[in-house]
């Protein structure tokens, strides 16, 4: 089975050294936001006990430092049996 977990996304530009990322997921999943190397994740996953996705989205939002001049965002979708989809946003550089 395959799904999406990732609604609409998009990239503001706060100053010259941070981004605000926005996001849409159903309203039954959560997610991890984190970094590392200069990259940044959000893992989005099914609540637990869930097995489908929510037709119904919900918006979140995370501030990003640019490092290195750049900055870049990879979404990664979870299913049960691991890694769905892995969109990947690159700013700058």
Excluded: R
């Amino acid at each position: 089975m395959s799904y999406n977990t990732l609604g609409l996304y998009d990239f503001n530009k706060i100053n010259n050294s941070e981004f605000k990322i926005t996001f849409e997921i159903p309203d039954n999943c959560f997610y991890n936001f984190s970094e590392l190397n200069g990259e940044y994740f959000i893992a989005i996953k099914l609540n637990p006990g869930q097995t489908q996705p929510s037709t119904s989205f919900v918006g979140h939002s995370e501030k990003a430092l640019i490092i290195n001049q750049t900055l870049v965002t990879k979404f990664e979708q979870y299913e049960k049996s691991g890694v769905l989809k892995n969109p990947t946003a690159v700013i700058g550089g």
